[in-house]
């Protein structure tokens, strides 16, 4: 089993910063690619960003040149910077990774969110 657990949000003013943190535990033989997704009040769940285990980053448009994407693969950590934050990025921002459990098994597993308000 492989648990994931997020930590670093909370209430950040307009234009202000937040680093959101992810630690994978459990089972883990190695992990493939991680990432971060969030969910807006009345909205579906939607990619942020994600990273490979090599480094190679993917962010969606509307966070690049804010947000920065990185991992510690020795630590099993996933990392998220958000500056210059805006209201409507108000949301449960949740971690995901595809481990893989023993070589060849592979399983996609989300932590349960940690929530990021941006408000004056």
């Known amino acids: 089993q492989v648990q994931l657990l997020e930590s670093g949000g909370g209430l950040v003013q307009p234009g202000g910063s937040l680093r959101l943190s992810c630690a994978a535990s459990?089972?883990?033989?190695?992990?493939?690619?991680m990432g971060w997704y969030r969910q807006a009040p009345g909205k579906e769940r939607a990619l942020v960003a994600t990273i490979t285990s090599s480094g190679f980053t993917i962010y969606t448009d509307s966070v690049k040149g804010r947000f920065t994407i990185s991992r510690d693969n020795a630590k099993n950590m996933v990392y998220l910077q958000m500056n210059s934050l805006r209201p409507e990025e108000t949301a449960l921002y949740y971690c995901?990774?595809?481990?893989?459990?023993?070589?060849?098994?592979?399983?996609?597993?989300w932590g349960q969110g940690t929530l990021v308000t941006v408000s004056s």
């Open positions: 995901t990774a595809n481990v893989e459990t023993t070589p060849g098994r592979n399983l996609r597993v």
């Open positions: 459990g089972s883990i033989f190695s992990i493939n690619t």
